[in-house]
């Protein structure tokens, strides 16, 4: 049975890098070198240019904390696209989305500098965790919200809720709401053996069941779960079988 990858639970909330954490690390005199503070130089006038250019295309941030976190966030940008070698920087710029391409670099530690992962070292393991999540909501087609689920199955948001709580359907946190991975229906209706398959997996986290649900396995002859529950919907045992085990790991 091929391997998974089981998605990273990034439990720990997202904390503010300190100001310290702007600078690259410095030697233990307080003196840094000659080529990280052009480094620096380089990295504080690319960012002032970013939020320049920031403000024009949208004034409505140029107030508050909006202000601050555009700041930060461009400061941030232009120190990596300075630090990091050409191939990361090539790597990151493959990720499907912006918000992808931001994951990809911030999860590499060289990348994101020694300074930095000593001010705070689960920087990239929560950049790794919205990686993934990016990913697997890539492969399983996107997102829907209740509403849309609603409509789509033909019932209300409070039967969609309902389902939901009695594992009759996926869906992946946001915040306090839920949203619904597109690849667990199919015209117009649930995947034909979800709420066995669901079932019979227990307690795998949302993230580890659509990682799961999505990944392709050479016991189904290269589909994913979900794939082959629309293919083959007599033949639900293969996918139980695997559910089974999954949850037996992931209990």
Known sequence: MQKRNKSISGRHPLRPIPSGGEKNAAKPNGSTSGKAGKAVATG????????????????????????????????AIARIAANADERSLRDALTAATDVG????????????????????????????SVGHKIELIARAGGVLGVQQVAQLLGITRQAVDKRRREGKLLAVPKGSDFLYPVAQF????????????????????????????????????????????????????PVLRLARTQGEHGA
Do not use: Y
């Not at 320049?52 to 976190?69: A, C, D, M, N, S």
């Not at 391409?101 to 790794?128: M, Y």
């Not at 995947?191 to 050479?218: I, N, S």
């Open 101 to 128: 391409t931001l994951a990809a670099v911030l999860s590499d530690a060289d990348v994101v500098g020694e300074g930095v992962r000593e001010l705070d070292p689960l920087a990239p393991l929560i950049a790794r």
């Open 186 to 237: 199919a015209d117009g209706e649930v995947a034909p053996g979800l709420r066995e398959v669901l079932a019979a997996m227990g307690l795998e986290g949302p993230w580890g069941t659509l990682d799961f649900l999505t990944a392709a396995d050479d016991e189904l002859d290269g589909e994913s779960p979900l794939g082959w529950l629309k293919r083959h919907p007599e033949q639900l045992e």
């Open 44 to 75: 504080g006038r690319a960012a002032k240019l970013i939020v320049e250019g920031i403000f024009r295309k949208q004034p409505g941030l140029k107030e508050g904390v909006r202000t601050v976190f555009v700041e930060r966030s461009a400061a």
